[in-house]
T-cell receptor, first 117, second 113 residues
Framework: EAGVAQSPRYKIIEKRQSVAFWCNPI?????LYWYQQILGQGPKLLIQ????????DSQLPKDRFSAERLKGVDSTLKIQPAKLEDSAVYLC???????????????FGPGTRLTVT | QKEVEQNSGPLSVPEGAIASLNCTYS??????FFWYRQYSGKSPELIMS????GDKEDGRFTAQLNKASQYVSLLIRDSQPSDSATYLC????FGGGYNKLIFGAGTRLAVHP
């Protein structure tokens, strides 16, 4: 079974530029997550999709970050304009589903390492 | 108070010893608990999940959960140099969203020959 795919693996941009990351979840997984992991910290959830709908985007900086999952499969996360503090690894994860009271394990992709100079 | 706390380490243990990693969490209503292993430069890999009080064993790994003390731990028996990594504790809080994970900052484990 193929895992979560992400691209690109690395990206270097200057501040105020824009950047986009792509994620393809495990086949059949309805729920997709984007996390931000700053060096030395644990991953922090940015946004969670169920199929093509947003479940939780409470920690997404909406003035500069946007994400979509138009057909309920692939997803794109965009940053515009980037700031120095956006330098981090952006991780995509997926789970079979989500439902209160039911435990679904999340599996992570390889991540995209973003450096903003 | 951080929602999920872990000692950053490094925790250094000799090969063959038992490594004990600890995690405390602040939300008493937390539902599910996970341990992820993250090698340097790699993404987190799920190694254990535990949902009820007590112990859960899987090979050399044992997860322990005590909800009354808001404490979860991971024991690694017969530690190997290949176990050297950062171990992330993650918790699903009650009322914090569906299947949402809150991560600790991780404990770095170093197993020396």
């Amino acid at each position: 079974e193929a895992g979560v795919a992400q691209s690109p693996r690395y990206k270097i941009i200057e501040k105020r530029q824009s950047v986009a990351f792509w994620c393809n979840p495990i086949s059949g997984h309805a729920t997709l997550y984007w996390y931000q992991q700053i060096l030395g910290q644990g991953p922090k959830l940015l946004i969670q999709f169920q199929n093509n709908g947003v479940v939780d985007d409470s920690q997404l900086p909406k003035d500069r970050f946007s994400a979509e999952r138009l057909k309920g499969v692939d997803s794109t996360l965009k940053i515009q304009p980037a700031k120095l503090e956006d330098s981090a690894v952006y991780l995509c994860a997926s789970s079979l589903d989500f439902r209160r009271g039911v435990n679904y394990e999340q599996y992570f992709g390889p991540g995209t390492r973003l450096t903003v100079t | 108070q951080k929602e999920v706390e872990q000692n950053s380490g490094p925790l250094s243990v000799p090969e063959g010893a038992i490594a004990s990693l600890n995690c405390t969490y602040s939300d008493r209503g937390s539902q599910s608990f996970f341990w992820y292993r993250q090698y340097s430069g790699k993404s987190p890999e799920l190694i254990m999940s535990i949902y009820s009080n007590g112990d859960k064993e899987d090979g050399r790994f044992t997860a322990q959960l005590n909800k009354a003390s808001q404490y979860v731990s991971l024991l690694i028996r017969d530690s190997q140099p290949s176990d050297s990594a950062t171990y992330l504790c993650a918790v699903t809080p009650f009322g914090g969203g569906y299947n949402k994970l809150i991560f600790g900052a991780g404990t770095r484990l170093a197993v020396h020959p």
